[in-house]
C-alpha cells in the first residue's frame, strides 16, 4: 500500500475475527503528552537513601547487585475516558509508541520470517495514521490504534473493526508493506524485468479500481483482490505470498500465469538476500507525533472515504423477503428485525464476500429504513428469516462485486 492507502488492505481476512479489537496487547509505559497528564497505575516507590561510604582499606565480601528499581507503569489519562471525550484528543496528544506493544511483537515474527528467507534487510517502523509505505521509503507507517487496546476499541467502535488487529491478519498487512519497503530499498522498480511482469511504477494510481475476481494472472494476500489496484501492488503481494511461511505458492499457483511472478520473486529475492540496501533513509512521513486533527476529525474523514460506493438495493428484493399484507402485521417488523440480527449478518457477509463491514452496515441502515417505511413485517420464522436475509445480501452485494459497477477506494 503506497502513498494513498487507505486500508484497502482488504476488508474482513479469512481466519480469526477481524472485527476483535487487538487481544494480545501489553500494558505500555507511555511519556506525559503535552496538555494530557498521565496517572500512575502504582503507587511510587520511596527512594533508597544513599549509603555513607566505609573506609577505603576495608575489605568486603562482593555482594550481589541490588536489583534496579523500575519506575510504576503509567497510562495515560485518556485510557479510561468514554469514547466521546476521547474522540477530542489530538493524534499528536497520544504519546503512544510501539515500543513494548503486540505490534512490536509481530514486527519481531516479521524478522523471524524474513531471516529464514535469508534476506538481512529490515524496513523501519513508526506509527501514523494508517497503514502505509510512502514511495522511495524503506520503512512503514503503522496505525496508532495497534499501540494501546483502548485506541483498538475505539477503532472497533468507530469502523467496526480493526484492521490488522489479530496476529493473522496483522502479519499479511506487515508482509504486504514489507514488499513495498524492500521494492524501494533496493530500487526494484527499475529493473526491465519487473516492469515487464507487474508493470510501470510510475503508473498513476487510481482514485477507485475495479477488480476482476476470476482473474489467476495475480497472486491473492490480502482481500478485496488488491494486487489488481496498482503495479506496485501486485509486486507487493506476489512479495507476500513469496514470504508467507505457510503459503505454499508453487503448489497452489501451478496452474496460474501468476505463477511467473512467483519465480520471479523467488529469483530475485535470492540474489539480493545478503546485499546492503540501496535507500538507507530513516525518513518518516506524517508521523503521529505531527497529527493535529483529533480523532473525531480523522474518524469523520475516514468514514466518509470508505462509506462512497455500496450496493444498491431495491424495494422489489425486500418484498420478496418480507411482506405487507395484513395478514403478517402481527409479527415482528422487519425493521426491528434486521436491527436485531445485523451484527451477525455483517460480519458472516463482510467474511464471505471481502467488503468492508461499515460499508455493508450502511447497505443495512438504508434496508432498515425501507422496511420501516414500507410497513413490511416478517412472513416466515425468524431463523428462515435470518438465513434468507444472509442469502439476499450476500448475492446482491457479490453481484455488485462481479458486476461493472464494483469500485475499491484506494
Known amino acids: 500500500m503506497s502513498d494513498s492507502l487507505s486500508a484497502a488492505t482488504a476488508a474482513a481476512p479469512t481466519g480469526p475475527d477481524p472485527s476483535s479489537p ?5 500494558p505500555i509505559a507511555v511519556a506525559q503528552p503535552p496538555g494530557l497528564p498521565v496517572e500512575a497505575e502504582g503507587p511510587t516507590p520511596p527512594q533508597s537513601a544513599a549509603r555513607p561510604a566505609g573506609p577505603a582499606n576495608t575489605a568486603r565480601p562482593k555482594q550481589p547487585a541490588a536489583p534496579e528499581r523500575r519506575r510504576p507503569r ?22 503512544v509508541s510501539i515500543e513494548g506493544t ?60 480493526v484492521e ?52 489467476k494472472s495475480f497472486a491473492l494476500h490480502l ?14 503481494e506476489t512479495f507476500a505470498v513469496w514470504l508467507d511461511p505457510r503459503s505454499m505458492w508453487a503448489k497452489r499457483y501451478a496452474d496460474w500465469p501468476a505463477l511467473k511472478k512467483l519465480e520471479y520473486m523467488d529469483a530475485l529475492m535470492s540474489e539480493i538476500a545478503g546485499r546492503d540496501p540501496l535507500v538507507t533513509t530513516r525518513r518518516l512521513m506524517e508521523p503521529l507525533s505531527k497529527q493535529r486533527q483529533t480523532l473525531r476529525q480523522h474518524y469523520a474523514a475516514k468514514r466518509k472515504r470508505y462509506g462512497l460506493e455500496y450496493p444498491d438495493f431495491y424495494d422489489r428484493d425486500l418484498r420478496k423477503l418480507f411482506s405487507d399484507s395484513a395478514e403478517h402485521a402481527g409479527n415482528v417488523p422487519a425493521a426491528k428485525f434486521l436491527m436485531r440480527v445485523r451484527r451477525d449478518v455483517r460480519r458472516l457477509v463482510a467474511r464471505w464476500t471481502g467488503e468492508y463491514q461499515y460499508r455493508i452496515d450502511q447497505v443495512l441502515n438504508d434496508m432498515v429504513k425501507r422496511c420501516d417505511t414500507l410497513g413490511l413485517h416478517l412472513a ?31
Open 22 to 26: 487487538v487481544r494480545d496487547t501489553a
Open 74 to 95: 503509567r497510562r495515560p489519562i485518556w485510557a479510561g475516558w468514554p469514547d466521546e471525550k476521547l474522540l477530542d484528543v489530538r493524534m499528536c496528544d497520544l504519546a
Open 102 to 161: 503486540v505490534i512490536e511483537r509481530r514486527i519481531g515474527d516479521l524478522d523471524a520470517e524474513l531471516a529464514k528467507r535469508g534476506i538481512t534487510f529490515r524496513p523501519y517502523f513508526w506509527l501514523s495514521d494508517d497503514w502505509f509505505t510512502p514511495d522511495h521509503i524503506p520503512g512503514v507507517a503503522v496505525p496508532f490504534y495497534l499501540a494501546h487496546p483502548r485506541l483498538a476499541r475505539l477503532e472497533l467502535a468507530q469502523l467496526l473493526e
Open 164 to 215: 490488522g488487529g489479530t496476529k493473522a491478519w496483522c502479519m499479511r498487512i506487515l508482509r504486504h508493506e514489507t514488499g513495498h519497503a524492500i521494492d524501494n530499498a533496493y530500487r526494484l522498480q527499475l529493473r526491465r524485468k519487473r516492469q515487464k511482469l507487474f508493470g510501470l511504477s510510475s503508473t498513476p494510481y487510481p482514485e477507485y479500481y475495479t477488480p476482476k475476481p476470476y482473474s
Open 223 to 236: 482481500d478485496s483482490w488488491y494486487a489488481q489496484s496498482h503495479p506496485d501492488e501486485d509486486f507487493a
Open 380 to 410: 416466515t420464522p425468524e431463523d428462515r428469516a435470518k438465513q434468507d436475509f444472509m442469502v439476499l445480501l450476500t448475492v446482491q452485494t457479490m453481484n455488485y462485486l462481479h458486476g461493472g459497477r464494483h469500485r475499491i477506494a484506494l
